[in-house]
């Protein structure tokens, strides 16, 4: 009789406990589900291709521009071709044109007349590959004339009248790079200057007075087509002791660090003297002062002279001026004044 009382005495207390259980086991938190991260803004690049120009049977020139990193920075940029549209990076028909936003030049290499081609430009970050728009091109080879020499006549500069001369320094290019004939005239300004070398691209006008000079610089070719352009050199009266020396409109480019390059310094400046470099903005009314190049990361403007025939056996040219920027807006046009 005992026996059969405890036994009723477990299942009773069975059953009370059974619905304590079932609401342990199901009342059991449940990890939180994360919400996905809507805080990222990083999106991929936004860029364009530029035309195809200057071409010759197996190569031409393009590039492109990227307006837009997309928060993220520029890892590699460059064009891609192919015979198939929509060519891709994965392709080995590429080029690599540095890092940055901003404008660059490709040159495509390996063409072949009468083939139609497909090119883009591209440009990567963390995130993926971008392109611009693609843009088609045929080169063909009935009727195919030699073109006219693009002439660059160089920077346009502003000098104080503390020296009364100063260098012009052009070039041009087609598609053999020879010509016939190079000449210089002054087309405005006062009656004053002398052009010593009138048949060369680089030449020096001595006894210059102040005011406003254009002079035009006019290569020909071999099958007499020509190519003309100009620059403005504006003399001033002196403001200080030292001399100064402006370059107007540079371009930035690439090659490792947001650079401005002043080729061949030393036709400009006295070898050796010390010099104070000064930037100036598009739309801004100061000058900022450039450093010497050093590893101080806080200066935002860095200039450096190569000094090394070789150019170092680096992207750098001998003889050439530098200004680093480490900035990130590079769509504007600076002018580089130099105090000597």
Aim: proline residues 5%; neutral net charge.
């Amino acid at each position: 009789m005992e026996t059969v009382k405890t036994g009723r005495k477990i299942l009773l207390l069975i059953i009370l406990l059974s619905p304590l259980a079932i609401c342990l086991d199901s009342c059991k938190k449940e990890a939180p589900i994360r919400p996905p991260d809507n805080n990222s803004t990083n999106t991929l690049p936004i860029l364009t291709t530029t035309p195809v120009s200057s071409f010759t049977a197996t190569s031409a020139i393009t590039g492109g521009k990227i307006t837009s990193d997309g928060g993220l920075p520029i890892l590699s940029r460059g064009v891609v071709w192919s015979t198939i549209s929509n060519p891709t990076v994965a392709l080995s028909t590429k080029t690599t044109d540095g890092t940055g936003t901003g404008s660059f030049i490709s040159n495509l290499s390996g063409l072949s007349l009468d083939t139609n081609y497909f090119v883009r430009a591209y440009a990567t970050t963390s995130l993926g590959t971008a392109y611009g728009n693609e843009i088609s091109f045929k080169f063909s080879s009935v009727g195919n004339q030699n073109s006219a020499p693009k002439v660059n006549a160089g920077l346009d500069m502003i000098i104080e009248l503390h020296q009364n001369f100063t260098v012009l320094q052009g070039g041009f290019y087609n598609a053999d790079r020879s010509f016939k004939k190079v000449e210089w005239r002054k087309v405005s300004g006062p009656d004053s200057c002398i052009i010593v070398d009138k048949d060369s691209l680089k030449t020096v006008v001595s006894n210059l007075r102040e005011g406003v000079y254009e002079f035009e610089l006019t290569v020909t070719d071999k099958m007499n087509l020509y190519g003309k352009d100009s620059v403005r050199v504006e003399v001033v009266k002196p403001k200080q002791q030292s001399s100064e020396i402006i370059f107007k409109n540079l371009v930035w480019t690439f090659p490792w660090y947001n650079t401005l390059e002043i080729k061949n310094i030393y036709t400009y400046i006295p070898t050796g003297t010390p010099i104070k470099v000064f930037v100036q903005r598009d739309n801004a009314s100061e000058w900022k002062e450039a450093s010497p190049e050093s590893n101080n990361v806080s200066n935002v403007y860095e200039y450096y002279i190569e000094t090394k025939p070789n150019g170092n056996n680096f992207w750098t040219s001998y003889g050439s001026f530098y200004v680093f920027y480490f900035g990130r807006d590079t769509d504007d046009t600076p002018d580089v004044k130099i105090q000597f």
